[in-house]
């Protein structure tokens, strides 16, 4: 990237402050076959899971819309790791080869906002469904912003039941929310990047990131115990679901590099880390 190029970065970033931050039928299961006796109406007698759905929606946040991967301030679905369609990226969907996609992902999105893209992307009735989600719960300009643990719970609980009602044979891949902290630690070194989180870029974890006062150590330890405690409620919820796979926290604890980062905010995934993303997801949808 040109030195210009990078100069406009940091001065958009400056007004904008990245607002997308703060506050992207399964054949294995009939109707026949299926019953709604729990909390999510899920299908009962633990149906198959399809590994080669023909169909997906992806809801969430900027993430799913590949926000700052090709443009500043920009989403850029083609690259998204759930939808995606350009080939260096292989997505989800180009991996599966699936016929139909759509990309209900809203950038910015918190958690209380997904039982709306829910019901849009279930009309769709897609065979498969990725939810990720719950970065911006966290990435609030002070931690006592963040969101509640059992707020968040109930308004991914709603999510699925959304799912559910509208949807009942589509199959739900979750994703863990990815670790801030190592984010963090990833661009901390780099000064541009330093310089455009003072501009808004997840507050709660990044501002003063250069600075190691108890005080800032304290701050980004309350964030990362709450992503932890936000990745246990998508695990819990999940498994009340016989047609959900969470993905064990392996999006968590991907060590994403400064390379896998957008090259205008070091926050969001660049092309190549949306590309690890598809990799861990299809990991997930593919096991048997």
């Known amino acids: ?53 023909t169909s997906i929606a992806a809801i969430g946040d900027s993430i799913s819309t590949g926000f700052d991967a090709c443009d500043v301030l920009a989403d850029c679905p083609e690259v998204s790791w759930a939808t995606g369609t350009e080939a260096d990226v292989e997505s989800l969907a180009s991996r599966l080869g699936v016929e139909e996609s759509w990309n209900e992902a809203v950038a910015g999105a918190l958690m209380a906002e997904l039982p709306a893209q829910a019901e849009q992307a279930a009309a769709w009735e897609p065979e498969l469904m990725t939810v990720m989600a719950g970065a911006n719960d966290a990435c609030v300009r002070d931690i006592e912003l963040m969101t509640e643990v059992d707020a968040f719970r109930e308004d991914f609980d709603e999510t699925l039941s959304v799912i559910r009602e509208n949807a009942p044979n589509t199959q739900i891949f979750v994703a863990s929310i990815p670790d801030l902290k190592r984010l963090w630690e990833a661009g901390r070194e780099n000064s541009a990047a330093r310089m455009v989180w003072q501009f808004g870029v997840c507050p709660s974890m990044l501002k003063d990131a250069a600075s190691d006062a108890p005080d800032a150590q304290e701050r980004r330890d309350a964030v990362e115990a709450r992503v932890d405690e936000f990745n246990e409620v998508l695990r819990e919820v999940c498994a009340e679901d016989d047609n959900c796979r969470f993905d064990d926290g392996a999006i968590n604890d991907y060590p994403f590099t400064e390379d896998e980062l957008s090259d205008w905010d070091w926050f969001h995934p660049s092309r190549a880390g949306q590309r690890v993303l598809a990799e861990l997801a299809y990991e997930v949808v593919t096991r048997d």
Request: hydrophobic share 40%.
């Open 1 to 53: 990237m040109s030195a210009s190029r990078r100069t406009l970065a940091i001065l958009i970033a400056s007004v904008a402050a990245v607002s997308a931050c703060s506050s992207p039928v399964s054949p294995s299961a009939t109707g026949e076959d299926a019953g709604e006796d729990s909390r999510h109406g899920e299908l009962t007698g633990a149906p198959d899971w399809n590994t080669a759905p």
